[in-house]
């Protein structure tokens, strides 16, 4: 699943690689490392590997249930 959105969020393949010899190959595995570490590992900078981290993150984040009508009114669909 990592390696699938890494490629949507166009990571070359050499860093894909990377995270892979590396032993990051989930992302619970990507949050568990440090965030310095991972940009050592893949080879970028810490900024660019936050960036990439929320991005990721965004992608996988699961989809809202909660529907906003007017703002006092909410409803779960």
Same mark, same amino acid.
């Given at each position: 699943?990592?390696?699938?959105?890494?490629?949507? $969020?166009?990571?070359? $393949?050499? !860093? !894909? %690689?990377?995270?892979? %010899?590396?032993? +990051? =190959? =989930?992302?619970?595995?990507?949050?568990?490392?440090?965030?310095?570490? @991972? %940009?050592?590992? @893949?080879?970028?900078?810490?900024? $660019?590997?936050?960036?990439?981290? =929320?991005? +990721?993150? +965004?992608?996988? %984040?699961?989809?809202?249930? #909660? @529907?906003? +009508?007017?703002?006092? @009114? #909410?409803?779960?669909?």
């Amino acid at each position: 699943m990592l390696q699938r959105v890494l490629s949507r $969020e166009n990571v070359d $393949e050499r !860093r !894909r %690689a990377f995270f892979r %010899a590396s032993g +990051i =190959t =989930t992302y619970r595995q990507l949050l568990q490392r440090p965030l310095w570490d @991972v %940009a050592h590992v @893949v080879d970028l900078s810490v900024c $660019e590997t936050e960036e990439l981290l =929320t991005k +990721i993150s +965004i992608r996988l %984040a699961p989809a809202s249930r #909660t @529907v906003v +009508i007017s703002p006092a @009114v #909410t409803f779960m669909q």
